[in-house]
């Protein structure tokens, strides 16, 4: 769906999700800081801000990791897929405003520039409390720059698809340092083991999750990958299929296709959005158009094209009705393709 | 050793700031048509990428190739 690049993109569904989690922050910050205020009476208020503003960074991010496979487990989160985009650059707002106050904090005030004091701090080698865990969290904390910085689809589209996702899965590698930089930190400046045990028990939660929905999706792609492929592949029965919703039928070979019912029809389409690679079986059928979860894009059910005055197009799969069930033929037609779709109730004569 | 890391990072944004400023004002309509005629609080949007990855998009620009041909110019989504 091109068009004319716009600053950001807002709409009702948008601005109600950015309100929710903003209220998420403010209220989870304002908590952390009473309650560090009033159960430590010698808590300094500007280090009990630093340290909210990070665990709640670390929090929006470890929400942001495990939308994906919770979408995959249950549909009830996949509203939660749309909008993705602006949780994570809030997330990096956040990151900034704890990265700039523990920076002007620890080492603003000192005859050395705040950010040469940062490299030079810690570097007593690898053990504590000499773990140089703020280089760490800087780290990170570029890597969430990056990733805040490109996430307009003006570098979706100039950095190429393949390299803007490689980009942005960094997010990871960004996790992973999060975790060694908040218990390592927390390792050195204080006894408790509140902090390390709450972030590797979100670790924990974040890989187990993407654990069990990768596994899972190996399995059946493993199977798959031993049927015949040029065979007609089961999909459902025609109810079963929700209605404005798809079912997701992988392929042999790895490919997935959404089978969508509007109402009495049914129309497969690939799970591929042409915007970010969305998957769009997890969308819904809003004004007769198949739409991404990701960020809208819509497409038409029966051919696969982007209504008027967008042109993109994506490809279409043929079905068939047998014995009460909806068979999806594995050979993709050509993006853009016009396929009559099945009508629940009508008969493969009167198709024809 | 490290001042000498941070005047390396300070040259490199330097030199993006000015390769961004000059594409947002001189070479961005041209090399993504989508970008023709956006306003300019999507050109600030993009000016902190642009200031970090000045290479990659001063090699797009200076290649002369172009995308989103096929816009339709005023279009939003």
């Keep these: 769906m091109g068009h004319q690049y716009q600053a950001i993109q807002w709409n009702k569904g948008k601005v109600q999700y950015d309100i929710a989690i903003v209220t998420f922050a403010v209220i989870y910050i304002a908590i952390f800081m009473a309650v560090g205020l009033m159960a430590f009476a010698t808590s300094d208020p500007i280090v009990l801000m630093i340290r909210a503003l990070g665990t709640c960074a670390f929090l929006l991010l470890t929400f942001i990791l495990l939308i994906g496979p919770l979408a995959r487990i249950s549909d009830r989160f996949k509203p939660m897929l749309y909008n993705r985009r602006h949780f994570g650059v809030f997330t990096f707002l956040v990151a900034l405003a704890h990265f700039g106050l523990a920076l002007t904090w620890y080492h603003g005030f000192g005859p050395l520039n705040p950010l040469v004091s940062l490299f030079l701090s810690n570097q007593s080698g690898g053990t504590f409390p000499g773990f140089p865990f703020e280089l760490l969290g800087l780290a990170a904390f570029i890597i969430l720059l990056l990733m805040a910085a490109t996430s307009h689809d003006f570098w979706l589209n100039n950095l190429s698809a393949p390299v803007w996702k490689a980009l942005h ?34 670790f924990g939660l974040v890989s187990g999750l993407h654990l069990i929905t990768g596994l899972r999706e190996a399995k059946n792609d493993a199977l798959l990958n031993k049927m015949e492929a ?123 | 050793m490290v001042e000498t890391g941070l005047l390396i990072a300070a040259g490199y944004l330097g030199v993006g700031l000015v390769v961004a400023v000059l594409f947002l004002l001189l070479g961005i309509s041209r090399a993504d048509h989508a970008a023709n005629g956006a306003k300019w609080p999507f050109r600030l949007i993009v000016l902190p990428g642009l200031i970090l990855l000045w290479p990659i998009i001063l090699g797009r620009w200076l290649s002369g190739r172009q995308i989103n041909q096929n816009i339709h110019a005023g279009d939003a989504s």
Excluded at chain 1, 169 to 185: C, Q, R
Excluded at chain 1, 308 to 336: C, Q, R, S
């Design chain 1, 169 to 202: 899965m960094l997010v990871y590698v960004a996790y992973g340092l999060l975790v060694i930089h908040i218990a390592a930190g927390a390792l050195v400046t204080e006894k408790s083991p509140v902090y390390p045990v709450l972030v590797i028990a979100a």
């Design chain 1, 230 to 352: 040029k065979s007609w592949v089961s999909v459902a029965a025609p109810n079963d299929i929700p209605d404005k919703r798809a079912v997701i039928v992988p392929l042999p070979g790895g490919e997935r296709v959404a089978v969508f019912r509007d109402g009495k029809k049914i129309s497969a389409v690939t799970n591929v959005c042409r915007h970010q690679n969305g998957p769009l079986g997890e969308g819904r059928i809003i004004d007769g158009c198949v739409t991404c979860p990701w960020h809208g894009w819509q497409y038409r059910m029966e051919d696969g094209i982007s209504p008027p005055p967008f042109t993109e197009k994506i490809a279409t799969y043929n079905l068939k009705m047998m014995n009460g069930m909806v068979f999806l033929n594995p050979d993709a037609n050509a993006p853009g393709t016009y396929v009559d779709p099945l009508v629940i109730g009508q008969t493969a004569e009167q198709r024809s």
